[in-house]
Nanobody, 126 residues
Framework: QVQLAESGGGLVPPGGSLTLSCATS????????IGWFRQAPGKQREGVSC????????TYGDSYKGRFTVSRDNAKNTVFLQMDSLQPGDTATYYC???????????????????WGVGTLVTVSS
């Protein structure tokens, strides 16, 4: 059973940075795609970024390229999402998710994944 646990959310001022962590268990990260998604109140869920494969191939939603960076530490079974230049519009609950890789990150960011964490709230406000 794959389990995911996000941490690192909190309150950050506009222009600030935050790094989220996703601790995983039950998944070999070389063969599972791990994605980050977010959902703001009243809005649809958005695919943020994804990392997959032995080469740590990464994919980003268009709105996040250049500001967000996803990385993975296999030894710690943890995936990270570094978020820079945060703005109030980035306020949302951020979720990590996992799927055994069959279709690639772009597909998963569009349609979602099999396993989900409970999310961590990020609030960008002065």
């Amino acid at each position: 059973q794959v389990q995911l646990a996000e941490s690192g959310g909190g309150l950050v001022p506009p222009g600030g940075s935050l790094t989220l962590s996703c601790a995983t268990s039950g998944a070999n990260l070389d063969y599972y795609a791990i994605g980050w998604f977010r959902q703001a109140p009243g809005k649809q869920r958005e695919g943020v970024s994804c990392i997959v494969g032995r080469d740590h191939e990464t994919t980003y939603g268009d709105s996040y390229k250049g500001r967000f960076t996803v990385s993975r530490d296999n030894a710690k079974n943890t995936v990270f999402l570094q978020m820079d230049s945060l703005q109030p519009g980035d306020t949302a609950t951020y979720y990590c998710a996992a799927a055994k890789d069959r279709y690639g990150c772009s597909w998963y960011l569009s349609v979602g994944m099999e396993y989900w964490g409970v999310g961590t709230l990020v609030t960008v406000s002065s």
